[in-house]
């Protein structure tokens, strides 16, 4: 059985490889009578596309969206919405080597254990190509939670981190780093030049947020509202960590450190918590307060250095991956994990609906 789905009421489906004429999405489950256009969609992959800084991959692609169906005069109609995404600048030329021997890091041995053949081409399905469709998916989603803000930040590279005094939310868009503070937005620019003219890599933070969730939002045990962020923040490519609200960190902390303590809220709009430790979910149901999560990003695994490995028929060599390859992946890691956030956002919402009756 394959899994190339995620979700329960709002669910998607991405479909497409690196190096194949194009990729997509089909989400099904969205409700009827919410405008959409490929311009509400476009803005997030522009995001997320490639190319745009000398600190990502070189691959140059529009990342022109096309709905195929399921809107009707600018409106959703409640059937399945295609999307699909053109890949115009694909050079498979560069992974001739990758053919004959695995990339350590990378996906290329489990694929032949699991199938016994794989598309080396860039990765195939396990290229971070094809979180595209993930982005182009959750902008819809974005629509299902309207009024619920969701941004993400690279809260460190290479285990330089940003000063969280020195957090400017304008920041965010006004550097190649989604990065919230300037001053380490220019200490990554050396560091992210450093390891991609030594042909090598570096992996990051992201920090996510989602303000304007209602209380109740998930459900206990499997269904959590955690355990599905977790779980659709781990399928995205290179992603090794997830921690909701403090995380690890929690287990430092004593019983009252820990505990949001909550006192009466003003004209009866229930209560106000005096911290966020658990990142607005308790009991795997949201608690009305800022959903908070981090992401990790592994280094990149495609790298320019040598590294010892062996061939499909298990002889020693090394191999040195060409092509052109984000120096950091987990930089443009922020709009993938705002989009995961959003497409559980709206397939909660709407299990809350089906269940509750209610927003």
Known sequence: MSYNSFGRVFRFT???????????????????????????????LDARRPGQSRFTTQRREPDQVRILSGVFEGRTTGTPISLMIENVDQRSKDYSDVAKAYRPGHADYAYDAKYGFRDYRGGGRSSARETAARVAAGAIARKVVSGVSIRAWVEAIGGDAID???????????????????????????????????????????ACEATGVPPGWGAPLYAK???????????????????????????????EENADAMRPGMHGEGPHFLANHAGGIAGGISTGQPVRLRVAFKPTSSILTPVPTITPAGEATEIATKGRHDPCVGIRGAPVVEAMMALVLADQKLLHRAQCGEG
């Open 14 to 44: 991405t479909w497409g490889e690196s190096h194949g004429p194009a990729l997509g999405a089909v989400v099904d489950g969205c409700p009827p009578g919410i405008e959409l256009s490929e311009e509400d969609i476009q803005p997030f």
């Open 225 to 255: 509202l955690d355990s599905e962020l977790a779980a659709a923040c781990m399928s995205i490519n290179a992603v090794k960590g997830v921690e909701i609200g403090d995380g690890f960190a929690a287990a430092a902390l004593s019983g």
């Open 164 to 206: 969280p005094a020195s957090f400017d939310a304008g920041e965010i868009g006004r550097n190649p780093f989604f990065c919230p503070d300037a001053s380490a937005a220019k200490r990554w620019e050396a560091l992210v030049d450093k390891a991609r003219k030594a042909g090598s890599s570096l992996g990051a933070v992201i």
